[in-house]
């Protein structure tokens, strides 16, 4: 069995400032946490696919996702990113996958959280 042993790249005096900053060590956003792991992984490798692989884009796509799970929950986000995908495919079921009233209110939903994200993190 392989094990994950994490280590902090952050100095010792800033690792205990933050911890310090925030004793619960829960997440700022708060309802990050809500998403599972896998999904912010995820929107972040999208994310940084399409904005660079450097630091400055991890630390502004991880803010990013922070941002959306603290307006969207997370069922909300899931039901848009699935209508998203499922609208891409092809044929004539597929068309209520992007003309449903449900499809356009939950493509508008992750819309608006995504341009919120953007404002507060780029």
Sequence with gaps: MIRYVGFSI???LLTSTLALANP????PAGAAADYPTATVVDYVLGCMQTNGQTRQA?????C???VIASILPYDHYE?????KSMSL???ENAGLFRE???AKAARTELKRAQAEAD????
């Design 58 to 62: 991890l630390e502004n796509c991880s």
């Design 24 to 27: 619960t060590g829960a997440n």
């Design 64 to 66: 990013s996702i922070d």
């Design 100 to 102: 449903s009233a449900p």
């Design 10 to 12: 952050l100095p010792p």
């Design 119 to 122: 404002v507060r993190c780029f």
């Design 89 to 91: 495919t092809t044929g």
């Design 79 to 83: 039901r848009a990113e699935t209508f």
